[in-house]
Nanobody
Framework: QVQLVESGGGLVQAGGSLKLSCTIS????????MGWFRQPPGKEREFVAA????????YYSDSVKGRFTISRDITWNTVYLQMSNLKPEDTADYFC????????????????WGQGTQVAVSS
């Protein structure tokens, strides 16, 4: 059974940084994409960032571009989301997810999900 487990959430002041981790229990697809999504309180879940296993390409939502960085360890056992210059509007539950669909930002195409980790940014 594939498991994705997020960690690293917490409370931080605006302008601060956090680094989220997503540990993957085993390789899911031959070529896959790992993504981060978030769900702010009372809102829909939205795409944040993703990284492709084959090409290493990364892509970001406009709201986090330049502030967040997605990366992975050399074994692809862990994917990270480095978040800098955090803003109160970044407050959300953050989820990692996996898909075999290259380049997608659509959550419906992600088949495996973690349970999420909370990030709260105070002003």
């Amino acid at each position: 059974q594939v498991q994705l487990v997020e960690s690293g959430g917490g409370l931080v002041q605006a302008g601060g940084s956090l680094k989220l981790s997503c540990t993957i229990s085993r390789r899911i697809y031959m070529n896959f994409v790992m993504g981060w999504f978030r769900q702010p309180p009372g809102k829909e879940r939205e795409f944040v960032a993703a990284i492709s296993e084959g090409s290493g390409d990364t892509y970001y939502s406009d709201s986090v571009k330049g502030r967040f960085t997605i990366s992975r360890d050399i074994t692809w056992n862990t994917v990270y989301l480095q978040m800098s210059n955090l803003k109160p509007e970044d407050t959300a539950d953050y989820f990692c997810a996996a898909t075999s669909v290259m380049g997608t930002r659509s959550e419906v195409e992600y088949n495996y999900w973690g349970q999420g980790t909370q990030v709260a940014v105070s002003s």
